[in-house]
């Protein structure tokens, strides 16, 4: 999972899609994301065209393989433009933007910051994602056992170099 917030949701989304288009990303979250402002969608538009054979619609990042959400506040000055969903086109995983609107709480000394991103972070369809994400990526019993031995054999090659295991 890959949790970004404002500016770092652009960088987040130029990494994986332009520098390590490699490395999969089971989920990828944005949180008071910029991502949907003209601007911003003028310059990742004109990346990937250069990238994709002038492919008109804006794509998901092909490593993103299972989901991308997108939490807005409405008040959320940078995230005003909150709409993902229909700026990005689907994946080859069928993966585009889920776009949440929530309600992002936070204030100190009785300011509201709407933008925060402990307020996100703290909302119950943030938490709701992350519940499922961890729920989902529990290990067999055959991984578990497997890590287990692995370690066990790590440790065994520790303190009996001679040992040689295949």
Not at 121 to 126: C, I, N, V, W
Request: charged share 25%; with cysteine.
């Amino acid at each position: 999972m890959l949790i970004s917030h404002s500016m770092g949701s652009i960088i987040a989304f130029d990494t994986i899609n332009f520098l390590a288009p490699h490395i999969k990303i089971n989920t990828f979250i944005t949180m008071g994301s910029p991502l949907g402002l003209p601007i911003v969608i003028s310059r990742i538009s004109a990346e990937q065209k250069k990238k994709m054979n002038n492919e008109s619609m804006m794509k998901t990042p092909f490593n993103i393989i299972k989901k991308w959400c997108n939490f807005s506040d409405i008040l959320d000055k940078v995230a005003f433009n909150f709409r993902l969903d229909d700026d990005f086109s689907e994946n080859i995983y069928g993966v585009k933007p889920i776009d949440f609107l929530v309600v992002n709480n936070y204030e100190m000394n009785g300011e509201a910051n709407p933008h925060k991103s402990y307020g996100y972070l703290r909302t119950k369809e943030f938490s709701s994602v992350l519940n499922e994400f961890i729920s989902s990526e529990q290990l067999t019993i055959k991984e578990v056992l497997s890590l287990k031995t692995k370690k066990l054999i790590d440790a065994f090659k520790t303190k009996l170099p001679w040992i040689e295991t295949k």
